[in-house]
C-alpha cells in the first residue's frame, strides 16, 4: 500500500511532533497490511472504512445554567489544550469553544459579559429569539475592557443554539480565533420523549482551523471565506471519545467561518436524523449523509451497540476524520428503548401576506447594496406570514441566516433541486448553492431590530449582511416590493404567536 496516499488528510501533520507523526504512519500501515492480507484488493473504500485511530481525547466544555444565577462571560485571550499541546486563541473563560449554557424554556438567563479583547465585540445568541437589546447586533457594541449585561428571556422550543462575536468587520477574526460557544434550551416535550441523555448526549462543535508554528490559531481574511487546514471538535484535534455500546445523540455545530461539511459515519452506517437548527423534527429520518453549513446544527442519533471497532464521524468533502467513537475496554451495552416514531408536531406556516427576494451578490451584496450599519432597509409587519425568496448570482454557497425568527423551507430549485432531511422543521440558517433558488417562509413574533446576512464570515464582514425592522401587526402594511399578496386571514398567527417558532 502506498503509505503517502494512504495518511490521513485530518493527520494535520504540520502540528504533529515527528514521535506522533510516526505512531500515526505506523498504525496506518497496520490498517492497510490487514486490509490487504483480507483482500485481494485494497480498494479506496477499505480504507474508507478503516481509519486509523484518533490521537486525542474529545474535550467537554464547561456547562453552566445561566437563569439558576447570573453568570460571568469573558471573551479574552487564552491558551487551551488542542490535544497533546498546548495552542494560543481566544476564548470565553479561558475555554475553546467557551461554556456550554443549557436553560429551560420559560426562564430567564441573565449573563454580564465583560470585554477581555482589544476591540469592540458583541455577543449574539445565535438562534434565540430575544429582544433586539440583547441580539448582540454590530450596532451595538461592547468596547475594549467595557462590558454589559445581556437578558434573555427564554420562550423558545428546545433546540440547540450557539453564541458567538459578531462586531461589523471583526466577527469573522474574532470567531476563528475561537469566540463560539452552545446554547442549549430543553422543554417538557422534548424531556418526555427519552432521548439518550447524561454521558450519551454529546454536543460538539465542528469547525476547521489553522495554526503557526508556536499553535497560535490563526486568521486570514480571504473575501472568498476563510478555509482552515485541519478539523477540531470542541477545541481538540484528531478527537476521540471513549463509548459504550449505546445509542449516542450528537448534538452537532458547525462553527465554520466558511467550511461545508459532509457528515458521514465510517462504517456506513445511518445517522438517525430527529432535529436541526429550531429544534426536534416532527418525526426520525434516517439518512448516510449530511450537508453541514456554517452556523447549522442537527440533532442525530448514531446506534454503536452493535459496534465492535471504532466508528469516526467523518467529513466526506476532505476525507477528515472529526471524532472517532472508540469503545472502552470492557464497553457494555447499553439497553435503548427506541426512538419515538413522534418527536414533535410542527405547525405549517401558512397565509401568507406578501413575498421578499433577497439575492446574494458577489461577495458583499445583498440586493445590490453594502451593510448600512445606520438605517434598517425594510420593515415586516409583526405576526404575518411572508414568503422570502432567496437566490445568487455565484460566489456561494452562501449560509443564510436570518435573526429574529426561524423559518421553514418551502423549496429549492436549481443547483442541488431538493429540500433536505435535515432542512424540514425549524430552521434558522439554510444553504444556497449556485444555480440556486430557495424559498422559505417566515413570521416574526418580536419587534425590534434584526438581520439578515450571509453567515460566510467573510461575505458578512464584507457587507453580505441587512438590517430591518419588525414593526407592529398591520391588516394595511405599507406598501412593500410585493410581488403577491395573498390575503391570509387576519390575526392568522395568534394561536401559536405566544411561543416562538410555533411550539
Ligand atoms: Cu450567527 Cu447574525 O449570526
Ligand atoms: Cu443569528
Ligand atoms: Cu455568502
Request: proline share 7%.
Amino acid at each position: 500500500m502506498d503509505l503517502p496516499s494512504s495518511l490521513p488528510d485530518d493527520a494535520d501533520r504540520g502540528s504533529l511532533d515527528r514521535r506522533q507523526f510516526l505512531r500515526l504512519a505506523a498504525a496506518t500501515t497496520a490498517v492497510g497490511s490487514a486490509a490487504a492480507a483480507g483482500a485481494a484488493v485494497v480498494s479506496a473504500a477499505t480504507r474508507v472504512t478503516t481509519p486509523p485511530p484518533n490521537l486525542y481525547p474529545l474535550r467537554l466544555a464547561p456547562v453552566l445554567d445561566p437563569t439558576a444565577s447570573r453568570v460571568s462571560l469573558t471573551p479574552a485571550p487564552t491558551t487551551f489544550d488542542i490535544g497533546g499541546a498546548t495552542a494560543s486563541g481566544l476564548g470565553f473563560n479561558s475555554s475553546v469553544p467557551g461554556p456550554l449554557f443549557t436553560v429551560a424554556d420559560g426562564t430567564t438567563a441573565t449573563i454580564d459579559v465583560t470585554n477581555g479583547l482589544a476591540d469592540p465585540t458583541t455577543v449574539h445568541w445565535h438562534g434565540l429569539v430575544v429582544p433586539t437589546a440583547s441580539d448582540g447586533q454590530p450596532h451595538d457594541t461592547i468596547a475594549a475592557r467595557g462590558s454589559r449585561t445581556y437578558t434573555l428571556p427564554i420562550d423558545q422550543r428546545a433546540s440547540l443554539n450557539w453564541y458567538h462575536p459578531h462586531p461589523h468587520l471583526k466577527t469573522g477574526s474574532q470567531v476563528a480565533l475561537g469566540l463560539t460557544g452552545l446554547f442549549i434550551i430543553r422543554d417538557a416535550e422534548e424531556s418526555a420523549l427519552g432521548l439518550p441523555s447524561g454521558a450519551y448526549e454529546l454536543p460538539i462543535v465542528l469547525r476547521d482551523y489553522s495554526v503557526d508554528k508556536k499553535l497560535a490559531l490563526t486568521y486570514s481574511s480571504k473575501s472568498a471565506g476563510y478555509l482552515g487546514t485541519a478539523a477540531l471538535a470542541n477545541g481538540t484535534r484528531s478527537a476521540f471519545h471513549l463509548v459504550n455500546k449505546a445509542v449516542y445523540r450528537l448534538r452537532l455545530l458547525n462553527s465554520s467561518n466558511a467550511r461545508v461539511f459532509t457528515l458521514r459515519l465510517s462504517n456506513s452506517a445511518s445517522f438517525t436524523l430527529i432535529g436541526n437548527d429550531g429544534g426536534l423534527l416532527a418525526s426520525p429520518v434516517s439518512t448516510t449523509e449530511i450537508t453541514l453549513g456554517p452556523a447549522e446544527r442537527v440533532d442525530v442519533l448514531v446506534d454503536l451497540r452493535s459496534a465492535t471497532q471504532s466508528v469516526h464521524l467523518r467529513d466526506a468533502s476532505t476525507g477528515w476524520s472529526l471524532v472517532e467513537f472508540r469503545l472502552r475496554s470492557g464497553a457494555s451495552t447499553i439497553a435503548y428503548p427506541g426512538t419515538p416514531s413522534t418527536l414533535s408536531s410542527i405547525t405549517a406556516l401558512t397565509g401568507e401576506r406578501r413575498t421578499r427576494t433577497f439575492t446574494f451578490d458577489g461577495m458583499t451584496q445583498i440586493n445590490g447594496m453594502l451593510f448600512d450599519m445606520t438605517t434598517p432597509a425594510f420593515t415586516v409587519p409583526r405576526a404575518e406570514v411572508e414568503r422570502w425568496v432567496f437566490t445568487t448570482g455565484g460566489n456561494g454557497p452562501h449560509p443564510v441566516h436570518v435573526h429574529g425568527a426561524s423559518f421553514q423551507v418551502q423549496s429549492r430549485t436549481g443547483g442541488r433541486g431538493t429540500v433536505f432531511p435535515w432542512e424540514r422543521g425549524w430552521k434558522d440558517t439554510v444553504l444556497l448553492n449556485d444555480g440556486e433558488r430557495v424559498e422559505v417562509l417566515i413570521r416574526f413574533d418580536l419587534e425590534g431590530r434584526f438581520m439578515i446576512h450571509c453567515h460566510k464570515l467573510e461575505h458578512e464582514d464584507g457587507g453580505m449582511m441587512m438590517a430591518f425592522l419588525v414593526g407592529p401587526s398591520t391588516a394595511t402594511a405599507t406598501a412593500t416590493p410585493s410581488a403577491s399578496s395573498a390575503p391570509g386571514p387576519t390575526g392568522a398567527a395568534s394561536s401559536t404567536a405566544s411561543h416562538h417558532h410555533g411550539g
